[in-house]
């Protein structure tokens, strides 16, 4: 299985930082990534597949960039209803895996 | 709009057995590959299960091979996970979400999780 390694693990950021979460693959996956952003108590939510395109009505501010093993998410400007955490995902082959999370925390 | 709603879920003894369903609406449900995944308390995301649209196509994570079985019925808008054999280490939150863009593999088609359902809570007792 495709093993992939989220940092960091937890991050403390200010409201208007610009803010960068990384994601590795134990082998190569092309784009075929996705990332998502989950709440306390909340389901998960789609952000950005094929490591870069921005799901329907999702802000600008997010973006995703990576092809190969080596990923990120970018959130250009953390605005209060950003802290969250994130997951990235492959779906490049089967078992389908996440990473293991990046907690984001206010400062 | 879309609408996941899974249910099912419970207090069961370790070795028992249990089925979750997820009633789907606002879109055309034969149309999508379905999945399941779980999150044990405080823990991450992890895959479970996935189905095609038509059913014919099923795939499981390791962990869950032999002792979970997915399955739909396309005239209810309904996807199901049975589940025997049940341990500990399945406790766990059980979501339902619908497969959005996809790519096919030599493994098989695998798709993103474009919308989710709200949860339904697993707890095996030991």
């Known amino acids: 299985a495709i093993q992939l390694t989220q940092s960091p693990s937890s991050l403390s950021a200010s409201v208007g930082d610009r803010v960068t979460i990384t994601c590795r693959a134990s082998?190569?996956?092309?784009?075929?990534l996705a990332w998502y952003q989950q709440k306390p108590g909340k389901a998960p939510k789609l952000l950005i597949y094929?490591?870069?395109t921005l799901e329907n009505g999702v802000p600008s501010r997010f973006s995703g960039s990576g092809s190969g093993t080596d990923f990120t998410l970018t959130i250009s400007s953390l605005q209060p209803e950003d802290f969250a955490t994130y997951y990235c995902?492959?779906?490049?082959?089967?078992?389908?895996?996440f990473g293991q999370g990046t907690r984001l925390e206010i400062k | 709009e879309v609408q996941l709603l899974e249910s099912g879920g419970g207090l069961v003894q370790r070795g028992g057995s249990l089925r979750l369903s997820c009633a789907a609406s606002?879109?055309?449900?034969?149309?999508?590959?379905m999945s399941w995944v779980r999150q044990a308390p405080g823990k991450g995301l992890e895959w479970v299960a996935s189905?095609?649209?038509?059913?014919?196509?099923?795939y499981y994570t390791d962990s869950v091979k032999g002792r979970f079985t997915i399955s739909r019925d396309n005239s209810k808008n309904t996807l199901y996970v049975q589940m025997n054999s049940l341990r500990a280490e399945d406790t766990a939150v059980y979501y339902c979400?619908?497969?959005?863009?996809?790519?096919?593999?030599?493994?098989?088609?695998?798709?993103?999780?474009?919308?989710w359902g709200q949860g339904t809570l697993v707890t095996v007792s030991s």
């Open positions: 094929d490591a870069s």
């Open positions: 995902q492959q779906f490049n082959s089967y078992p389908i895996t």
């Open positions: 606002g879109f055309t449900f034969s149309t999508y590959a």
């Open positions: 189905i095609s649209g038509s059913g014919g196509s099923t």
């Open positions: 082998q190569g996956i092309s784009t075929i």
């Open positions: 979400s619908k497969g959005g863009y996809g790519y096919c593999s030599d493994t098989g088609c695998a798709r993103v999780e474009d919308y």
